[in-house]
């Protein structure tokens, strides 16, 4: 009874341009240890196989390093691994896999399928059916030689593809790489594994999309799994079992803050993150000069707490109440330019005038500190 | 605020208690001369204001020597209707009291309850300075320091502007300026002065340009590191393509055939070429037979003109001839007068010759018998020069020896004679017959003898006497004599004379000759200065030449008188002109008869030519000749169509086979061959060097490479921005609080300056003291100056200084604060018409406010209308309540 673990979209060589250095790093390692997770993965639940479908790579020249570091990554799991180029890795006359190939990083129960055609795994009863991407960007379905292909009849016809499904995904309808809805159908498949897609997206009972193992942006949702497939026989119904991988979780809120119990639902909720997340936080609105100091305190502590917490707060604007400027003891002129940068900011939704204002304000609190003290 | 009573005690030199009371609201006039303590109650209500109860920095207020004094000041005063009493003491009992109306403040809050009414502040230890006294620093000017307004202004700051709230409303602020000073050194973290970046702001601006940078490189070299991967792929594919297509070689194929068709033309070509050379002789051929049947044809045609040839040269001929007499004639015409003028030119040399000759004999003649008459007389001097010198010779003696045989005959005549009058006279006078012999010498007759020697006188028969003359003198006068004598005789000897008469004789016949010598021999040599030889030479030489002149006029004919002779020159010009027309003559001749043998001979040739052609036309070769010729070339004209038609004919076939485009193949197809097989080379190389170009650049990590330094360049950006947003509101914040404030102090510069100008109008009518923006009085200017108020002279300075103290004590009141005004002997520098424009805004002043004036000068302000209080009748008085 065959069965094997269904991957893609590694993106092996990304940086994270919007991190911190050290968070960046962070995320960095964690795809790696990702493919290590999916070896492990594949021992634990005895897989013949592993898939990957495409995108192992981000890029075609990535580092040396880098390339010997994903092969390394995979040496846990000794059955046959299947890695097909996406339009990141693309087979071309010179591609990251033919470097790998001449760094002789490529272990031998590693296939790189870098034509189209078919594997057979002997050992394993599966006859791997790959349209490799042998260009960055194709515009026919790579996937439609698959219906000529012969495979021994009691093998189990696997598809291995990297694109998008005609008409079934959001917003990518026009997209490159196209693959025909029915293509497992129509091939006569009995399981098409599909990599682009980076969240983990079923297509119809025989084709998904496995999603990346390890989350890499804010949108996507339920990325961050690996799948297993278990098919019973060739023809039978494959069961699909989705199997968590990532180690981070990736957040991105955007959050109006109008009155004050806005942003303490705001606060409550960044405390019941784990602290494996990623956060991006945009607000918007307005907060007192009270408000203010109370979410900086409170991102202060998430930042120290989150792999990584960014807050953008040029949306939102400051608004001094009467008790704050009293507070802040801001009398004769310096009350003036309180209250001309508040008008400013409201009038023309003036950054610089918040910014400002924000200044003045972290002055005269200090200041009241210090005659406080 | 008025200050109604004030009592010190133990206070410097005021060690018993002094009051000072009955102070008036206005102006209180307060005099004593120097040291009476004048300066020591200024002190005083300085001290009861200023120093802290419990400061150990108030010695000075000690009375010297009194270590256990306790310096004391009472001061009564009234404001805002509560009378004040203030009771402070220093070092040995520190207290300080205040009761104002029914509160009690005691220690500190007594202190501060002051300052705060007056608005100044504590030092935090030590003695009190300018800069901690607020606005009565302002008010109360220490002697001499008037005219430093600034300063006082700057101390009184804050207190000031916290004063005249209540006249600016709610507008000043606490530790505004201090808010502003910090922005500002915030702001100057990141911007310059222009709001340029500065510091980590700018080499944030300056990382971020060098990121874009190597992005932007970075992405360029991806680029083409894809282009090299696209150009590989398409390469390769090319390569594969034409490796299986091999298209280079039906290109070899295709030019071999054109090589072939190629071939053929050429042979062809070679044909044609052969045939065109036989053409080429055939015409030549044809060509030559042609010009001998012309040359056969002309011959008649020449001999006529042979014909005209000769009688042209006949005639030219007889012409020739004709002119031949004439010419002849010329010549012998121009012969004869060249020899007529030949004759004339030598008949005018010889008569020339003649007259020269003649010239030649008469000077001879003359010459010679010059030289004639210089021999005759030349030969009589000679005569005469020979006898003189006959003369001479006969009578040679020589002079100096006469002399000296003069002079010894004189001597010798002197001793004769002296020695006769000494000597022995012998006389004797014999019988005649009778002879004696003296000394040999026989003595007859009579006689006498002197003897000077021993002498011997035999007597014959007798004997023989001897005499011995006596006298040693005799003997050797004798000697003398003797010497003398034989001198004379030996000079006469020498000279050959017998006597002295005789040398002298001879001398003088001798000197006589000399002279006649000497002139025979002057004369003589006038004439003849070579000698006789050689006169008589000459005159021999001159008779010879003379001789053969005569015979050579006598030689030369003697012209006939009668023939005309002209000038030499004048015959030798006509022979010169008669000799060059005989040349040309002669060579017209010459010429004449060259032409004429030309011509002789040409008429010659002409007649042969003539008769040889004549010879020659009546010939039957020529006629044959003339039949081959025409046959010859009808058949070369025949082989001559053939090989045209030939020609033609195969010009056309190759033209058909187009050989210049044959070429253009030829060059077309090798072309190919070379480009299709040198692409293919080319594309394999290419395919290698990219290959081994992308290996390299892979293994850069290009893509990776560029991620990380996105990533880089984004940290730097958010930093970037950070800072750039940082510094606009900073910018902005800074911009607005200086705006702010400066309106604020806008607001209180109109009413300080309108009681400025109160003031000044009484003193510079003219004139006006801006205030600026620190509530300073700044540009002063008075009709044309302009300038700064510290610009102006010290007096000036002063009253300018009065006067902005006075305009701040009417702003305070108006602002509802107290006012006290202390003048400690100010003014000092002021002219009398100041003085007195001051004594009015003083008493302006007064009106308004409470001036306490201390002077050492009363008499000055005699004339302030006020009761002065001096302070030493005032120490008289016992002590006040």
Not at chain 2, 190 to 204: E, H
Not at chain 2, 571 to 591: S, V
Request: proline letters at 4%; aromatic letters at 6%.
């Amino acid at each position: 009874m065959p069965k094997f673990l269904h991957t893609a979209d590694w993106q092996m060589g990304r940086t994270f341009t919007r991190f911190e250095t050290e968070d960046g790093a962070a995320l960095v390692e964690a795809r790696f240890e990702a493919i290590e997770t999916l070896a492990q993965l594949a021992n634990e639940h005895e897989c013949d196989a592993v898939l990957v479908a495409g995108d192992v790579f981000d890029a075609q020249t990535v580092s040396d390093r880098t390339i010997r570091r994903v092969f390394n990554a995979t040496k846990a799991f000794v059955g046959p691994w299947v890695m097909l180029p996406g339009n990141h890795d693309a087979a071309l006359a010179e591609s990251v896999w033919t470097r790998a190939q001449r760094l002789g990083a490529v272990p031998e129960n590693v296939h790189l399928a870098l034509q189209p055609g078919v594997i057979d795994l002997e050992a394993q009863g599966l006859s791997i059916l790959c349209a490799p991407l042998t260009q960055r960007h194709t515009y026919g379905d790579l996937t439609e030689p698959f219906s000529g292909y012969e495979t021994p009849e009691d093998f189990l016809r696997v598809g291995l593809a990297h694109g998008s499904v005609q008409g079934l995904l959001p917003d990518e309808i026009d997209s490159t790489n196209p693959i025909a809805p029915d293509r497992a159908k129509a091939s006569r498949l009995d399981y098409l594994a599909l990599g682009d897609w980076h969240g983990t997206k079923q297509i119809d009972e025989r084709t998904w999309y496995s999603g990346t193992p390890e989350p890499e942006r804010f949108r996507n949702n339920e990325a961050g799994n690996a799948l297993i497939v278990e098919v019973s026989e060739p023809g039978a119904t494959p069961t699909v079992t989705s199997l968590p991988t990532g180690r981070y979780q990736w957040h991105q809120w955007r959050e109006t803050l109008a009155v004050h119990s806005d942003l303490e639902q705001l606060l409550e909720r960044l405390n019941t993150l784990p602290e494996s997340a990623v956060v991006d936080l945009r607000l918007e609105g307005s907060v007192t000069l009270a408000g203010e100091e109370t979410l900086l305190k409170a991102l202060s502590v998430a930042e120290a707490r989150f792999r990584s917490l960014r807050c953008e707060r040029s949306g939102l604007q400051l608004t001094p109440t009467d008790q704050d400027i009293a507070a802040l003891k801001a009398d004769g002129y310096v009350g003036e330019v309180v209250e001309s940068l508040r008008e400013r900011q409201e009038g023309a939704q003036d950054d610089v005038a918040r910014d400002a204002l924000a200044i003045l304000a972290g002055m005269l609190r200090e200041r009241e500190q210090e005659v406080g003290q | 605020m008025k200050l109604q009573r004030m009592r010190i005690e133990q206070l410097r030199q005021f060690r018993k208690p002094f009051v000072l009371d009955n102070l008036q609201t206005g102006l209180n006039l307060i005099h004593g001369p120097n040291e009476s303590g004048k300066s020591t109650l200024v002190r005083a209500i300085r001290a009861a204001f200023f120093e802290r109860y419990r400061s150990t920095a108030v010695d000075d207020l000690r009375p010297w020597g009194d270590s256990a004094a306790a310096p004391t000041i009472e001061l009564d005063f009234e404001h805002d209707k509560r009378t004040w009493r203030l009771t402070k003491s220093f070092l040995q009992r520190k207290r300080c009291d205040l009761v104002v109306g029914t509160e009690t403040y005691s220690e500190d809050d007594a202190e501060e309850k002051l300052a705060e009414l007056l608005g100044y502040q504590y030092p935090k230890r030590g003695a009190s300075k300018a800069e901690h006294w607020g606005i009565p620093g302002l008010l109360w000017v220490e002697q001499g320091t008037g005219q430093d307004i600034e300063q006082a202004i700057e101390h009184a700051g804050d207190h000031l502007k916290s004063a005249l709230n209540s006249m600016v409303g709610e507008v000043a602020s606490s530790g505004g300026d201090d808010l502003i000073e910090t922005v500002r050194s915030q702001r100057d973290t990141l911007l310059t002065g222009t709001g340029k970046p500065r510091g980590d702001y700018l080499k944030l601006e300056k990382d971020r340009a060098q990121y874009e940078l190597e992005i932007e490189e970075l992405k360029e070299r991806v680029h083409k590191y894809q282009e090299q991967v696209d150009r590989l792929g398409k390469l390769t594919q090319d390569y594969e393509q034409a490796e299986a297509e091999r298209p280079w070689e039906d290109a070899q194929r295709q030019l071999e055939e054109a090589r072939v068709r190629y071939q053929q033309v050429e042979r062809l070509e070679q044909q044609q070429n052969q045939e065109k050379a036989t053409l080429s002789q055939l015409q030549q051929n044809h060509r030559l037979l042609q010009q001998n049947k012309e040359h056969l044809e002309g011959l008649s045609r020449q001999l006529e003109g042979r014909k005209a040839e000769l009688d042209r040269a006949e005639r030219d001929l007889a012409t020739a001839e004709a002119q031949t007499p004439m010419i002849a004639g010329r010549l012998s015409e121009a012969r004869s007068a060249y020899e007529q003028a030949e004759k004339q030119r030598k008949l005018a040399g010889l008569l020339q010759t003649r007259q020269r000759l003649e010239q030649d004999v008469r000077r001879l003649e003359q010459q010679k018998q010059v030289l004639t008459d210089n021999l005759a007389k030349a030969k009589e001097y000679h005569q005469q020069l020979e006898q003189a010198r006959q003369q001479a010779r006969e009578n040679r003696i020589d002079a100096e020896l006469v002399k000296r045989l003069r002079a010894t005959g004189n001597q010798l005549n002197e001793e004769t004679i002296r020695s006769r009058t000494i000597a022995t006279r012998l006389s004797w006078q014999l019988d005649a017959g009778a002879s004696l012999t003296l000394n040999d010498e026989s003595l007859t007759g009579q006689g006498e003898q002197q003897l000077l020697e021993e002498s011997t006188l035999v007597i014959p028969g007798v004997g023989t006497l001897g005499i011995t003359p006596g006298g040693e003198e005799l003997a050797s006068t004798r000697r003398k004599l003797k010497t003398l004598e034989e001198n004379l005789e030996e000079q006469l000897k020498t000279l050959g004379v017998e006597s002295v008469q005789q040398a002298e004789d001879r001398l003088s016949a001798f000197e006589s000759a000399a002279r006649a010598v000497k002139h025979a021999d002057e004369l003589f040599k006038s004439l003849a200065p070579a000698g006789l030889e050689q006169l008589i030479s000459d005159q021999k030489e001159a008779e010879v030449e003379l001789e053969k002149a005569k015979t050579q006029l006598e030689a030369t004919p003697k012209p006939d008188p009668k023939e005309n002779v002209p000038a030499l020159e004048e015959a030798e010009a006509a022979f010169t002109r008669a000799g060059t027309a005989l040349d040309k003559a002669e060579t017209d001749d010459r010429t004449h008869q060259s032409s004429l043998s030309a011509l002789k001979q040409a008429r010659d040739n002409a007649k042969t030519e003539w008769q040889r052609l004549a010879d020659e036309e009546k010939s039957p070769e020529r006629q044959q000749q003339l039949r081959q010729i025409t046959t010859d070339l009808a058949n070369i004209e025949k082989q001559q169509a053939e090989l045209q038609a030939s020609l033609e004919r195969r010009e056309r076939e190759i033209r058909d086979a187009r050989p210049d485009f044959l070429k253009q193949d030829i060059e077309r197809y090798q072309n190919a061959v070379n480009q299709l097989r040198q692409t293919q080379e080319n594309r394999g190389r290419e395919l290698r060097d990219i290959k081994v170009r992308l290996e390299a650049w892979g293994a850069e990590g290009l893509e990776e490479q560029l991620n990380e330094k996105e990533a880089e360049y984004d940290q730097c950006n958010r930093r970037y921005q950070e800072l750039h947003r940082r510094a606009q509101a900073l910018d902005l914040l800074l911009n607005l609080l200086t705006e702010k404030r400066q309106a604020l102090t806008r607001r209180l510069q109109a009413p300080l300056q309108k009681h400025l100008n109160h003031y000044l109008s009484v003193l510079f009518p003219e004139a006006s003291l801006e205030v600026d923006e620190q509530l300073r009085p700044g540009t002063f200017s008075r009709g044309t100056e302009l300038g700064q108020i510290t610009e102006l002279s010290f007096g000036a300075r002063e009253q300018m200084g009065l006067i902005s103290r006075l305009a701040y004590a009417d702003l305070l009141r108006e602002a509802g604060r107290p006012t006290l005004v202390i003048l400690d002997d100010t003014l000092v520098h002021s002219d009398s018409d100041r003085l007195e424009d001051m004594k009015r805004i003083l008493f302006d002043a007064a009106s308004r406010h409470q001036i306490l004036l201390f002077t050492c000068h009363p008499e000055k302000w005699q004339d302030l209308g006020v009761p002065p209080v001096d302070i030493q009748a005032s120490k008289g008085v016992p002590n006040g309540t």
